[in-house]
């Protein structure tokens, strides 16, 4: 995997993304020998997560959310 130091990828970021895309391979971005950015390709489809809102009233409550009681889990000393 290519490594480019953050003030290279800086200065020719639209390049870079663009060799990222045209090949498909990701690039390890680094700041002083350590890495702190992967750019990857982007897949269409391969977005995960939730969407927000997309679960509403799906969950169930079934007692005091706010007020609860954890003493019976814990030691008494």
């Given at each position: 995997?290519?490594?480019?130091?953050?003030?290279e990828?800086?200065?020719?970021?639209?390049?870079?993304?663009?060799?990222?895309q045209a090949?498909?391979q990701p690039?390890?971005v680094?700041?002083?020998?350590?890495?702190?950015?992967?750019?990857?390709?982007?897949?269409?489809?391969?977005?995960?997560?939730?969407?927000l809102g997309?679960r509403?009233?799906?969950?169930?409550?079934?007692?005091?959310?706010?007020?609860?009681?954890f003493?019976?889990e814990?030691?008494?000393r």
């Amino acid at each position: 995997m290519e490594r480019v130091l953050i003030s290279e990828f800086k200065a020719r970021c639209i390049e870079l993304i663009k060799r990222v895309q045209a090949t498909r391979q990701p690039l390890i971005v680094t700041l002083r020998g350590q890495p702190v950015a992967k750019v990857v390709p982007f897949e269409k489809g391969g977005e995960t997560g939730v969407k927000l809102g997309t679960r509403i009233a799906n969950a169930i409550f079934k007692d005091d959310i706010v007020h609860f009681d954890f003493s019976d889990e814990w030691e008494n000393r």
